[in-house]
T-cell receptor, first 111, second 112 residues
Framework: QKEVEQDPGPLSVPEGAIVSLNCTYSNSAFQYFMWYRQYSRKGPELLMY????GNKEDGRFTAQVDKSSKYISLFIRDSQPSDSATYLC???????????FGTGTRLQVTL | DGGITQSPKYLFRKEGQNVTLSCEQNLNHDAMYWYRQDPGQGLRLIYY???????QKGDIAEGYSVSREKKESFPLTVTSAQKNPTAFYLC???????????FGPGTRLLVL
């Protein structure tokens, strides 16, 4: 079993839709949670960074962490074609300082 | 502009050849990382360095080597011992070992 599980998609939604992207993790020691966006053939860019449980909002993006169920989510409101990319969740914590990534979900926002 | 640069963008390796990927950062970050990305497998950590002249193996270090002689540079050598080197290689840096990691644009390595 992978430490971080993520549905690879692809997920296709119409412009303006609300998008929900999710990951589950198995290690209860994880305390830091990140979402990266990666356009095709580019390096990942950090979207959201949260510590422990709770919500964090930044413009059209909301990150949600539920440590009791080991579930992390990214919501995108009013999705745009420019949001079409692969979204990677990542976690860190415990004794290791390295990031553990999900496999990424490919999102396509259509006109 | 502060950031991370990787070169070359594309690299071709012949059988039995060692090749070196460059990673430079001007963010004054102490920690640097190398990841490999394959389709359907996400990012996997190859090596990381928390400080100059020190580095540790990640999850898939076999067939790779690194050096960290300068704070701003962390080159990765893909040796002939790496039998499946075709992948997208990403370098990242962070201000410290638990800091947010920022990524470079990547190098795509292909085998001839």
């Amino acid at each position: 079993q992978k430490e971080v599980e993520q549905d690879p998609g692809p997920l296709s939604v119409p412009e303006g839709a609300i998008v929900s992207l999710n990951c589950t993790y198995s290690n209860s020691a994880f305390q830091y949670f990140m979402w990266y966006r990666q356009y095709s053939r580019k390096g990942p860019e950090l979207l959201m960074y949260t510590y422990s449980s709770g919500n964090k909002e930044d413009g059209r993006f909301t990150a949600q962490v539920d440590k009791s169920s080991k579930y992390i989510s990214l919501f995108i409101r009013d999705s745009q074609p420019s949001d079409s990319a692969t979204y990677l969740c990542a976690t860190m914590g415990g004794t290791a300082s390295k990031l553990t990534f999900g496999t990424g979900t490919r999102l396509q926002v259509t006109l | 502009d502060g950031g991370i640069t990787q070169s070359p963008k594309y690299l071709f390796r012949k059988e039995g050849q060692n090749v070196t990927l460059s990673c430079e950062q001007n963010l004054n970050h102490d920690a640097m990382y190398w990841y490999r990305q394959d389709p359907g497998q996400g990012l996997r950590l190859i090596y990381y360095s928390q400080i100059v002249n020190d580095f540790q193996k990640g999850d898939i270090a076999e067939g790779y080597s690194v050096s960290r002689e300068k704070k701003e540079s962390f080159p990765l050598t893909v040796t002939s011992a790496q039998k499946n080197p075709t992948a997208f290689y990403l370098c990242a840096s962070s201000i410290g070992p638990r800091g947010t990691q920022y990524f470079g644009p990547g190098t795509r390595l292909l085998v001839l």
